[in-house]
């Protein structure tokens, strides 16, 4: 009979908790859709992403089309993107872009694609190690500066443009960089073309970087080792001229070929 009892109240128990989460499903599939959106955006605006991110999947799956569903897939990718999910973020944006190219929007769409792809190319760990960023992969950093450039190019009154084109100085500095860390690999191998040729594509592609200057330096020790001693004096002859002082002109040994990173200044926290 005890047995019995305590079989009851369970079955009881288990009839509340079923009617109760039925009937908080209920209300969730009820709320209107600017109630949605509104708790999303305060989870989000509170630093809640997780949450935040499961109300916006909620109301895009609830309301497929409209203005709350495009301002939803922004936010989305907004909460994806300080979640430290890049592959999602980029995924929604990437997504919103080629669907809402109207949206009123569209120029914070491409800054935050930006913004994922930047963030991509300096992690935490690497900055508390002092990591050489320019050494890593290039990809999303070539991303992130087309991203970008796209903004300003599409949007040059954007209020997001003044801080992209910072960004991309910062990229191409960058680029530039790696194109000098490789043009340096092969100097210390004695592999004088590859590093001459690196050295000249910075020269051409890069001019306006303060990696110019290494690369005329570069280009000058190569053809010197090479025995193209003419070409030599031009390109110490241009770098006198535009780097005056540059370590190369009053030491024909540079670069010693020390840790690069020491150089890199690192770029502001992103928003």
Not at 114 to 132: A, C, E, M, P
Not at 170 to 185: H, W
């Amino acid at each position: 009979m005890r047995v019995f009892k305590q079989l009851c109240l369970l079955a009881a128990f288990t009839a509340l908790a079923s009617c109760s989460l039925f009937t908080k499903q209920q209300n969730i599939n009820t709320i209107p859709v600017a109630q949605l959106y509104q708790t999303a955006h305060k989870a989000l605006m509170y630093g809640r992403y997780a949450e935040a991110e499961k109300d916006f999947q909620r109301l895009i799956a609830r309301f497929p089309s409209g203005a709350y569903n495009e301002q939803a897939q922004i936010e989305l990718a907004y909460a994806q993107y300080k979640d430290s999910k890049p592959e999602d973020a980029y995924s929604t944006i990437n997504r919103f872009i080629k669907t809402y190219p109207a949206n009123k929007h569209i120029d914070y769409a491409y800054y935050l694609r930006g913004l994922i792809n930047f963030n991509r190319t300096s992690t935490f760990i690497g900055r508390i190690v002092g990591q050489d960023l320019s050494r890593r992969d290039q990809g999303y950093r070539l991303q992130a500066f087309d991203d970008f450039s796209q903004l300003t190019r599409r949007f040059p009154g954007s209020k997001y443009a003044a801080d992209a084109r910072q960004r991309m100085i910062f990229l191409r500095n960058g680029l530039a960089r790696y194109e000098i860390n490789v043009a340096e690999f092969y100097l210390k191998r004695k592999m004088y073309v590859a590093s001459s040729d690196r050295a000249k594509y910075v020269i051409e592609h890069y001019q306006r970087s303060p990696e110019t200057g290494d690369a005329l330096a570069i280009l000058a020790r190569s053809y010197k080792s090479l025995g193209l001693d003419k070409l030599a004096a031009q390109s110490t002859e241009v770098l006198k001229l535009n780097y005056p002082d540059h370590p190369y002109l009053k030491d024909p040994d540079w670069p010693h070929f020390t840790p690069l990173w020491k150089r890199m200044v690192p770029f502001a926290n992103d928003h």
